[in-house]
């Protein structure tokens, strides 16, 4: 590509290369979003608007003693000197500074409607009025005493601080948030007093672990309250990363409204949540039919939170009632936490809570070491002048005939008694008032106090542990000032753990009601009301005929065994009606065409089962571990064909019998199989011809029982069977005599 200019009609073009040019562009927004507007300074936690508006609100001297002033007035000065931006974003951030549900510790005084928690807009600028609060003076304590560095504003008129001394731990008492090019930042507030505990602990132990500070700041304290229910381990390892989450909920209580009712009152909500949008928000989920639990909600809040829930029953458990409103609202949120700030004004990166308040602590030496030279320059200066008053008490006739005769005062004031330019311009604009003796006594104690300080400034800056205490008392000053005693600095939001119960919702909304489920041979599926024992006349399909009944509820949940070795779960809620046949369990599930159901039962979580294929191969499984969540199932019995699952029983019990299709019975000890999640399984028995016919996991106490045709109970003690009792894998000998010619127990999976 040519750089020699282009000319034409229009004048001559430079040509340059798109991609590197773009690349320069891009570079410059990117640094100017991330330095100059989205990102806080680790050192004030302040972003250029926010400090800005401070130091504006400064310079008109609205010091929280003294009285409110416009806040047009305060924007056209921030625009007009500081922030040439629009005047509606710059009200925005100092509306935002004086809402007390937003800032934890407010730094605007705000008189005049600033909005409200509803999320409505504060009144126009020309109808509202604010000055600084106290807590605004700490962060602007000392900056006319040489404590921070200034640099020109936009136009090179007037100078602004690039930071604040900062006497309060801004960034993680306030918290901030914010947008950047390919970053952002994200940090709740938290409270003044843990801050100031956890410093004092990082001072007298710079190397303090991230464990040991989190004793101290134990999470967040939002303004708005609230319950934080994330668990400990979670908040310890987003503090030492700096990424994480605080989970949040609504604080709420119960209240009896008589007669056996109650409704639950929510006093508290997650930060940032504006109330009118959740309340419509849950109406509308309430509309739709996807809050079945509650009965109505209404606001009755004043200048307090009272948001009432009421249940659709007096049956409904309020924990669970809540349970629900958390899954579906924003009673619970969860606030991110990216600890992304810039390090000395110039360095965007992700700090954990130790690094944090290591740089906050490091500025305050820095803005301590600044201070304390600039006092010493201004004490150096003072007795430089007292030194030059004194010499002038010493010797009054001469310098008075000095200066009532001689033609240049001055140099000859310097000349007679060495004085240096800035002692002689002092002696000659004495008044003459200041020339009596009580005025010289004055002078000579000043003198002497300023000596003294003088001395104590200049040990304060030779010595390191002299400047840690000098911050440590300051730390100890803003706990004892913003201590959770006080109203400002109580703990708002508490630490907690959500309750341990796991609330499926479907599950919830279905009564519970017993049913009986029946399952024909070929596959089809109903639900009858109640618990039924005669089921002689039930109708079948022609050629069908009944396999399995059994007795549920309608909150329980059905496992349905497959002879390619998948179990399937179904709702027994979602079952069809007893009326007709019902439906086939293949329109349910995705069962092979070629496969058919081996058996069906009731979930029991904590129950363990024996699934074997017909090769005679199985092993022991949790029940918990065969629980599908689609139409697919999940694979447990790995089978091949012309091998098929055949046997699910449950294991109650020490020892296994099986009994082959050759009618040989085996008995050996259960902890001979496997216990696994998926697979193959051991040989239980070994076959000639044909394959395992059935099995059964007994108590060696109790003995081996069987049922025949008949429906009569037949049991063997284990004495009894020592002629069956062997070790995995055999083959076994015949079996008893009585034994039903099927070549099963006849005992149902219930």
Request: with cysteine; hydrophobic share 40%.
């Amino acid at each position: 590509m040519s750089d020699k200019p282009i000319l034409d009609a229009g004048g001559p073009f430079e040509a340059v290369d798109l991609k590197e040019a773009l690349e320069e562009r891009y570079l410059a927004y990117a640094l100017s979003t991330i330095m100059h507007r989205a990102l806080p300074d680790v050192r004030d936690g302040l972003k250029p608007v926010h400090r800005r508006i401070m130091f504006a609100m400064r310079e008109l001297k609205l010091n929280p003693e003294a009285g409110y002033k416009k806040c047009a007035k305060i924007v056209g000065e921030v625009m007009g000197n500081y922030h040439p931006h629009g005047d509606q974003a710059i009200y925005d951030a100092l509306v935002r500074l004086a809402q007390d549900f937003a800032v934890r510790y407010p730094m605007v005084d705000g008189q005049g409607n600033f909005g409200n928690i509803d999320g409505d807009n504060a009144a126009a600028m020309r109808y509202t009025e604010s000055r600084l609060t106290a807590v605004a003076q700490a962060l602007l304590d000392g900056i006319s005493e040489d404590t921070v560095d200034f640099r020109p504003t936009y136009d090179g008129t007037n100078e602004e601080p690039a930071v604040l001394p900062s006497a309060v731990p801004n960034i993680l008492a306030n918290g901030a948030t914010g947008i950047a090019v390919g970053m952002a930042t994200s940090i709740p507030p938290h409270n003044m007093e843990e801050l100031a505990n956890a410093l004092l602990h990082l001072i007298k132990h710079p190397n303090a672990t991230i464990e040991k500070l989190v004793e101290f700041v134990p999470g967040p304290d939002f303004p708005t309250g609230g319950i934080i229910v994330e668990p400990k381990d979670s908040i310890l390892e987003s503090y030492k990363t700096g990424r994480g989450g605080f989970r949040m909920r609504a604080r709420w209580h119960k209240e009896d409204a008589g007669r056996g009712a109650y409704r639950v009152v929510v006093t508290e909500i997650p930060y940032q949540v504006q109330k009118s949008k959740l309340i419509e928000k849950t109406a509308e989920l309430w509309q739709d039919k996807k809050l079945p639990l509650l009965g109505d909600v209404r606001d009755e809040s004043a200048e307090e939170v009272r948001v009432v829930f009421e249940p659709k029953n007096r049956t409904v458990d309020p924990v669970v009632l809540m349970e629900s409103l958390f899954k579906l609202t924003d009673l619970e949120t969860r606030f991110s936490l990216n600890m992304n700030v810039l390090s000395a004004g110039q360095i965007p990166n992700v700090l954990s809570l130790r690094d944090v308040l290591s740089q906050w602590l490091e500025h305050r030496i820095e803005v301590l070491v600044r201070r304390t030279k600039y006092r010493l320059d201004r004490i150096e200066r003072r007795l430089e002048i007292l030194d030059g008053y004194l010499i002038a008490f010493l010797n009054i006739d001469e310098v008075i005939r000095i200066v009532r005769f001689e033609d240049e005062p001055k140099q000859k004031l310097i000349a007679a008694f060495k004085l240096s330019e800035l002692q002689a311009d002092a002696v000659l604009n004495l008044r003459l008032k200041a020339l009596s003796r009580l005025e010289e006594m004055e002078l000579r104690a000043e003198h002497e106090k300023l000596t003294k300080e003088k001395r104590d400034l200049k040990r304060l800056l030779k010595s390191d542990d002299l400047q840690w205490d000098r911050v440590a008392s300051e730390v100890k000053e803003l706990k004892t000032t913003y201590a959770k005693s006080t109203p400002l600095g109580r703990r708002r939001s508490e630490i907690s753990e959500a309750p341990e119960i796991d609330i499926d919702l479907d599950q919830v909304l279905v009564e519970r009601e017993p049913i009986t489920i029946v399952v024909s041979d070929k596959g089809w599926v109903r639900a009858l009301r109640g618990h039924q024992d005669k089921l002689g006349k039930l109708d079948f399909k022609r050629g069908d005929r009944l396999k399995r009944a059994v007795k549920a509820n309608t909150t329980d949940k059905l496992i349905v065994f497959a002879t390619n070795g998948r179990f399937y779960t179904l709702e027994c809620s979602q079952l069809p009606g007893g009326r007709g046949h019902g439906e086939p369990l293949k329109l349910m599930i995705d069962v092979e065409q070629n496969h058919d159901i081996v058996d069906v039962f009731v979930h029991q979580p904590e129950r363990r089962l024996l699934v074997a294929s017909t090769s005679g191969y199985g092993f022991v499984v949790q029940e918990n571990d065969i629980m599908a969540s689609t139409r697919k199932g999940k694979q447990v019995l790995n089978v091949s064909e012309p091998d098929e699952a055949k046997i699910c029983v449950p294991v109650d019990g020490d020892h296994v019998a099986v009994v082959g299709e050759n009618r040989k019975l085996l008995v050996f000890e259960l902890s001979e199989l496997y216990e696994m999640t998926r697979g193959k399984g051991n040989i239980m028995q070994r076959y000639k011809d044909g394959g395992v016919s059935d099995a059964q996991v007994f108590d060696k106490a109790d003995g081996l029982s069987w049922v025949d045709p008949a429906g009569r109970t037949f049991t063997l003690s284990f004495t009894e069977l020592r002629d069956w009792v062997g070790k995995r894998a055999q083959a076994g000998r015949m079996v008893p005599k009585g034994f039903p010619r099927s070549g099963r127990f006849g005992l149902p999976l219930d």
